[in-house]
């Protein structure tokens, strides 16, 4: 039999590097990986430069294709050099006309975003998702399953309208061992630790200077640091820090996951790395309702979420082979 071919469609470095992981678990498979990608008239606008401070391009596209090349990875871009058996991908908000001929898992990349009015309006007037953001995760209903992090958030697609029966509890990658994050070489301890967010860079409002002020609030005593979203205008944003926080440390660069290990007290809005602090058992403060987000924190499993997932995968498989291989394809092939 001929070997499967798979590909992988990465993203931000988190939704690749998930990518990646999963794609260990699949010896004997001819693998493949693309950065996101669109067609259309999005594909237009990307081309255009138009859609740079997306994953379609910039430099979430770039570190994308550093990281391929580096690990040395089979690159497919778009999918356009052969047909797969099996696509993996960690969002729907775009779904490529050339995917959906083939075996669909989504994964989930994270937190998503709170349900606004630009949610419902996507619901109820039939937009565009990505006009949503990630808030929207899911409802496509493109995907043959659905990988997600936890039963809590399974509960929360479904109560979105995902269908229940596409859904698989397995945890996530890059979020399913925080504890790996304790043994680190990152200099400092016992600070509060705040997590920016991109929000500006993607056309969202933040009053950023009334979020220093919170933070400091909270800080109280402690050190203060600063880690910024690796989409963030960085000059921008430590103009500000050093204007309301002066004595605040500001890194543009660096494991996230090990600050947050070091760390006493973990600020954030509406970030996944909430969840690394909540797994740590840090004391949190979230622009989301704790409770719901305690119950959402994805599955401990001591890192073997890219394992589960991949075994939903060599089950689309298996489940696609015995359907071609059934007396009852042979017969309906055969014309008689």
């Given at each position: 039999?001929?070997?499967?071919?798979?590909?992988?469609?990465?993203g931000?470095?988190?939704?690749?590097?998930?990518?990646?992981?999963?794609?260990?678990?699949?010896d004997?498979?001819?693998c493949?990986?693309s950065?996101?990608?669109?067609?259309?008239?999005?594909?237009?606008?990307?081309?255009?430069?138009?859609?740079?401070?997306?994953v379609?391009?910039?430099?979430?596209?770039?570190?994308?294709?550093?990281?391929?090349?580096?690990?040395?990875l089979?690159?497919?871009?778009?999918?356009?050099?052969?047909?797969?058996?099996l696509?993996?991908?960690?969002?729907?908000?775009?779904?490529?006309?050339?995917?959906?001929?083939?075996?669909?898992?989504?994964?989930?990349?994270g937190?998503?975003d709170?349900?606004?009015?630009?949610?419902?309006?996507?619901?109820w007037?039939?937009l565009?998702?990505?006009?949503?953001?990630?808030?929207?995760?899911?409802?496509?209903?493109?995907?043959?399953?659905?990988?997600?992090?936890?039963?809590?958030?399974?509960?929360?697609?479904?109560?979105?309208?995902?269908?229940?029966?596409?859904?698989?509890?397995?945890?996530?990658?890059?979020?399913?061992?925080?504890?790996?994050?304790?043994?680190?070489?990152?200099?400092?301890?016992?600070?509060?630790?705040?997590?920016?967010?991109d929000?500006?860079?993607?056309?969202?409002?933040?009053?950023?200077?009334?979020?220093?002020?919170?933070?400091?609030?909270?800080?109280?005593?402690?050190?203060?640091?600063?880690?910024?979203?690796?989409?963030?205008n960085?000059?921008?944003?430590?103009?500000?820090?050093?204007?309301y926080?002066?004595?605040?440390?500001?890194?543009?660069?660096?494991?996230?996951?090990?600050?947050?290990?070091?760390?006493?007290?973990?600020?954030t809005?509406?970030s996944?790395?909430?969840?690394v602090?909540?797994?740590?058992?840090?004391?949190?403060?979230?622009?989301?309702?704790?409770?719901?987000?305690?119950?959402?924190?994805?599955?401990?499993?001591?890192?073997?979420?890219?394992?589960?997932?991949?075994a939903?995968g060599?089950?689309?498989?298996?489940?696609?082979?015995e359907?071609?291989?059934?007396?009852?394809?042979?017969?309906?092939?055969?014309?008689?």
């Open positions: 039999m001929r070997k499967h071919n798979i590909l992988f469609i990465g931000s470095l988190n939704q690749t590097t998930m990518m990646y992981e999963i794609s260990k678990y699949f004997g498979c001819n493949y990986f950065p996101f990608y669109s067609d259309g008239y999005i594909e237009f606008f990307r081309n255009s430069g138009l859609l740079e401070f997306t379609l391009g910039g430099q979430f596209k770039r570190k994308t294709e550093k990281f391929l090349i580096e690990k040395k089979e690159i497919d871009y778009q999918g356009k050099e052969r047909n797969y058996d696509i993996f991908t960690c969002s729907d908000l775009i779904v490529p006309e050339n995917i959906k001929k083939s075996s669909l898992i989504l994964v989930q990349e937190m998503t709170p349900e606004n009015l630009m949610y419902y309006l996507v619901k007037l039939g565009p998702r990505y006009l949503a953001s990630t808030s929207t995760t899911g409802l496509s209903d493109a995907y043959d399953k659905f990988c997600v992090a936890s039963e809590g958030y399974r509960d929360l697609f479904i109560s979105k309208g995902v269908n229940p029966a596409k859904i698989e509890v397995t945890g996530i990658p890059n979020f399913d061992d925080c504890k790996q994050y304790l043994n680190n070489k990152f200099p400092f301890k016992n600070y509060v630790l705040v997590a920016t967010s929000a500006r860079e993607t056309f969202k409002y933040e009053n950023r200077k009334k979020f220093i002020f919170e933070a400091l609030e909270l800080a109280g005593n402690k050190p203060l640091i600063f880690k910024l979203h690796p989409n963030e960085s000059h921008r944003a430590i103009n500000e820090i050093k204007k926080a002066p004595a605040a440390l500001v890194f543009t660069d660096g494991n996230i996951n090990e600050m947050i290990a070091n760390c006493d007290v973990l600020v809005k509406y996944s790395v909430v969840y602090g909540l797994a740590l058992g840090k004391q949190v403060y979230s622009y989301f309702n704790l409770e719901d987000l305690k119950k959402m924190t994805p599955i401990q499993n001591g890192g073997r979420s890219a394992a589960n997932i991949a939903v060599r089950n689309l498989l298996e489940q696609n082979r359907a071609i291989y059934s007396p009852n394809t042979f017969y309906q092939l055969s014309g008689a």
